[in-house]
């Protein structure tokens, strides 16, 4: 029996040649303008920007066919201005393939009463108290709305003691009016 207990992450051959990451670009930087700048100290096989739809990330990479060449581009190359911004320049790590996550199962939301623990002990018991943020967001729920039918019944109080006041005074009024 072997025991391989690594991790089974794969390394990514680069197919493009030997990669150069610039950092700090300009979002208005261009791939054009990119491989220009790092065409002079070597020949370029390809500049690109990475993009998220059609904006520009701000870093890309440059490929070299050789790996002295692509030192020779970040050695001369780092910390010069393109575009009025000093640009990072470094040898690209190689790009490390991860595995999928794997998808999380959900499990089914429970009708509001009922409550985990007793649903599965088979136990018509009293719920177990909430506690934490949600426990603290129900009381004070409650409290708003008790404060919120008391605001909703003051308006009916003074409606109604100005009615029997005027009733009264209607009284009062044909009391004297008869006497």
Do not use: W
Request: glycine share 6%.
């Amino acid at each position: 029996m072997s025991q391989d207990t690594a991790p089974t992450t794969q390394v990514h051959i680069e197919e493009d040649g030997h990669k150069v990451f610039v950092g700090n670009l300009s979002f208005q930087t261009t791939e054009a303008q990119l491989a220009e700048l790092f065409s002079t100290p070597t020949p370029v096989l390809k500049a690109k920007i990475i993009t998220r739809g059609t904006r520009s990330l701000g870093f890309g990479f440059v490929a070299y066919e050789t790996l002295v060449q692509a030192e020779e581009a970040a050695d001369a190359l780092n910390k010069t201005e393109l575009d009025g911004r000093e640009i990072n320049v470094e040898i690209a790590r190689p790009r490390v393939e991860r595995a999928p996550a794997a998808p999380r199962e959900r499990t089914p939301r429970q009708p509001k009463g009922e409550n985990k623990d007793a649903a599965e002990a088979g136990d018509a018991s009293e719920p177990k108290p909430r506690t934490g943020r949600n426990a603290r967001s129900r009381a004070n729920r409650k409290n708003r709305n008790k404060a919120r039918v008391s605001v909703l019944f003051m308006p009916m109080n003074l409606y109604c003691m100005c009615f029997l006041l005027f009733f009264l005074y209607l009284i009062m009024k044909s009391i004297l009016i008869v006497a």
